[in-house]
């Protein structure tokens, strides 16, 4: 008797894991749909609090008739997942949990419940796509590049990407919601959610100020002067404009100003002026042991293309090994608001090869950081985006 498959699909109660489960099961497969509570914090506020998700994902499976359980990872993702989103902004850094939350909860816990039930492999909605070469699985970036998210899937291994199935890799986002209209699913032009995956729209600085006290104090130019307050370091992501609070100035030049570095010594918020300031950018980074998918590092020197955000263009850069363990990375154009605590990702065309947490780079206000990594300070322990103080920074110049 031939054996069917058995997929189990973590829906999310949105248009793209729906339209994944309908696609598995249009192609022969046997499906189950998971809604996986990943927080127990229920706000009333929330545009679209977990309970209705809930409901969306089990109306679904409904419409598809397969069986559909709810299981709850919260305890996992506190441990795993949202204790280093605290313990990085804590240390002025700023995370990405929702890389984190793929490694160790959909591509992990979720995984191993799923295994255990008796499945052969988990599906999800994103976009992305996996292939097999000669053994080796590689993760490619989807057909849709305006929704490619690859970048928060580097992170997994061969024995993950072995057991997923990511149904959308080929399709347009605009195609997906076609089908999920002719299907009859009711989610099909629910808006795509937004921001932290715990967090969703809610206002970000009081939901940090439930867990972590704010430390207001001064925010300054980076020659020193005094241009107002801030409400705490962990508030503030390099490169940010918003939220600042920086009016009109007499003889300024009118242009925004933009966070460009944090001294966590004085609890100070260093900003400039203009998008184009030359303390926006740096040309290189230094980066913890990084994460191959394959498996396998390469040799380095190594010349590829990165991203340091999500849906930034490739960048082309060359990778050098450290003595550290940790890796230095040289772009071919300076780039803009390099964050410590970001995720670096590596690519050779549509091949993700993996990535890595960025830790220091070659930014003014980052350079001993940057220059104590390059000489051997251990990578795990160095003490990253701690700033020279505004005197040191005045001094320099």
Same mark, same amino acid.
């Given at each position: ?5 058995h ?12 339209? #994944?489960?309908?696609l ?13 509570k ?11 609090? #977990? ?18 359980e709810?299981?709850?990872?919260? /305890? ?11 313990? +990085?902004?804590?240390a002025?850094?700023? %995370?990405? %949990? ?23 492999r ?12 000669n ?9 849709? /590049? ?15 990407l ?38 969703? +729209? ?7 100020? /439930?867990?972590? %006290? ?5 925010? /300054?130019?980076? +020659? ?31 242009? %925004? ?6 001294n ?95 830790? #220091? ?21 160095a ?11 005045? #001094?320099?110049?």
């Amino acid at each position: 008797m031939t054996h069917t498959p058995h997929i189990m699909v973590g829906m999310s109660g949105g248009v793209d894991s729906s339209v #994944a489960a309908l696609l598995l099961q249009q192609q022969g497969y046997d499906i189950s749909g998971v809604f996986m509570k990943n927080w127990e914090d229920f706000d009333a506020t929330s545009p679209c609090p #977990a309970a209705i998700d809930a409901v969306d994902a089990a109306r679904v499976c409904d419409i598809l008739d397969i069986p559909f359980e709810g299981i709850n990872f919260a /305890r996992q993702y506190r441990e795993q997942v949202f204790s280093h989103f605290l313990a +990085e902004y804590q240390a002025g850094r700023t %995370p990405n %949990p929702d890389i984190l939350c793929n490694t160790e909860i959909k591509f992990s816990a979720f995984l191993d419940h799923a295994l255990a039930q008796g499945a052969d492999r988990i599906a999800t909605g994103h976009y992305a796509r996996i292939d097999e070469v000669n053994g080796r699985f590689r993760l490619l970036k989807a057909i849709d /590049r305006n929704k490619d998210q690859s970048y928060f899937l580097h992170g997994l291994n061969q024995q993950q990407l072995s057991r997923a199935l990511f149904p959308l890799g080929a399709l347009q986002k605009h195609a997906v919601r076609q089908l999920a209209l002719a299907a009859g699913f009711a989610n099909h032009a629910k808006k795509d959610s937004t921001g932290i995956c715990f967090i969703g +729209e809610k206002h970000f600085t009081e939901f940090l100020g /439930r867990y972590l %006290p704010a430390q207001p104090g001064d925010m /300054r130019s980076p +020659e020193g002067e005094y241009l107002g307050a801030h409400h705490g370091l962990m508030y503030h992501t390099i490169g940010q404009r918003k939220g600042l609070g920086i009016g009109g100035r007499r003889g300024d030049s009118g242009q %925004p100003w933009f966070v460009a570095g944090k001294n966590l010594a004085t609890n100070t918020l260093i900003v400039a002026q203009g998008e184009g300031h030359p303390l926006l950018f740096a040309n290189s980074l230094v980066t913890g042991t990084l994460h191959w998918i394959s498996g396998q590092a390469p040799t380095l020197p190594l010349q590829a293309t990165a991203k340091i955000r999500y849906r930034q263009d490739d960048q082309p850069c060359t990778l050098h090994q450290l003595d550290n363990g940790a890796v230095w990375m040289e772009f071919s154009v300076p780039q803009r608001a390099v964050t410590p605590g970001q995720s670096v990702v590596i690519y050779n065309g549509d091949d993700c090869l993996g990535g890595g947490v960025i830790l #220091a780079s070659d930014h003014p206000l980052d350079q001993e950081n940057f220059c104590a990594l390059r000489r051997g300070a251990p990578a795990s322990s160095a003490a990253m985006n701690i700033l020279p103080t505004t005197q040191a920074m005045s #001094a320099r110049r």
